[in-house]
């Protein structure tokens, strides 16, 4: 491959994280960063593996600390280091496969983590207001709803949830199964009734008014007939919080929060959250326990002299 273009590099090294198992949405998330990678290089003059080095790598990197989102913010931590693993992971593939005698992105450091509190979490009489905005006399209200719901009731991310398959609903014994979950971790969650009785109405009607031809066995389909994309599910549920007056910021990431804090105060394990949540690591999930504010209120009042 010593004349392949770096696109080419790219999809064979995709391809390789194919065969060793990675999850298909982080495979994707891959492909989008090295692609705005290669294009960026090609510009500086590098199109071979062979034209990277360290010093060009960094200026990337810089680069990404200097672009913007549209409201004028830095781009988060999870937007300037993911390119960055991904890069580091492409040339150390190109590094296994002899390509490359040694790895220029090795010695690449990654942007600082904040430990920052989550976005604001709704109250639970807020996450109703929200619940009750979709027009559920239509097919798209009635499955915007039942979006909704399932975020509010399991707390899963917006990519598990716009990737659910009918066959993954066990709606008897009322639980849910997340296929290739973050890490290609597949888990259960469980369904509360109310929730199981709306994805009854939705799968009975909403989505039966939703198939065009052929069913693509997606439980939330768009209204073209085929599996909603994450970033339509992710543009309803941000404009459903700006509808509701509570903004949009964060939007189905909101709802998981909102989840994890309003159990944690109504007495969860943070151990059962960690399984509930899918998180890799204990203290991914112990982040929510100090937005849960109502516990320390509580014995604040009980114990300090003042009161």
């Known amino acids: 491959m010593a004349h392949h273009t ?6 064979s090294h995709l391809e390789w994280l194919e065969a060793k198992g990675y999850a298909r949405g982080t495979i994707q998330s891959r492909r989008g960063y090295l692609r705005k990678f290669v294009a960026w290089s090609a510009g500086q003059g590098a199109t071979q593996p062979h034209d990277f080095a360290l010093p060009l790598i960094e200026a990337y990197r810089v680069h990404l600390h200097t672009l913007r989102r549209r409201d004028g913010a830095p781009l988060g931590w999870g937007s300037r280091a993911q390119p960055l693993l991904a890069i580091r992971g492409l040339f150390r593939w190109l590094t296994l496969t002899g390509e490359l005698s040694s790895n220029p992105a090795a010695d690449v450091e990654l942007p600082r983590r904040g430990r920052r509190l989550p976005r604001r979490v709704l109250s639970a009489s807020e996450v109703e ?8 006399r239509t097919g798209t209200g009635l499955r915007d709803r039942t979006i909704l719901e399932v975020l509010y009731w399991t707390g899963i991310r917006r990519a598990e949830c716009a990737n659910l398959d ?9 639980v849910l199964l997340i296929r290739d979950g973050k890490g290609a971790r597949d888990r259960f969650v469980p369904l509360g009734r109310r929730v199981t009785v709306w994805l009854t109405h939705y799968i009975r009607r909403g989505r039966t008014s939703l198939l065009k031809s052929g069913d693509p066995g997606a439980l939330f389909l768009s209204r073209l007939g085929g599996q909603i994309s994450v970033k339509r599910l992710g543009a309803m549920v941000h404009d459903a919080l700006w509808a509701a007056g509570l903004g949009g910021g964060g939007a189905c990431h909101r709802f998981r929060h909102t989840v994890a804090t309003l159990m944690l105060e109504g007495g969860a394990d943070i151990r059962d959250l960690q399984e509930l949540l899918g998180h890799e690591q204990l203290n991914t999930t112990a982040l929510y326990a100090r937005v849960s504010i109502q516990r320390l209120q509580e014995v604040h009042r009980r114990t300090h002299p003042a009161w």
């Open 6 to 11: 770096m696109g080419a590099w790219v999809e």
């Open 129 to 136: 207001r929200v619940l009750a905005l979709p027009n559920i």
């Open 166 to 174: 009918l066959r993954d609903l066990d709606l008897g014994r009322g």
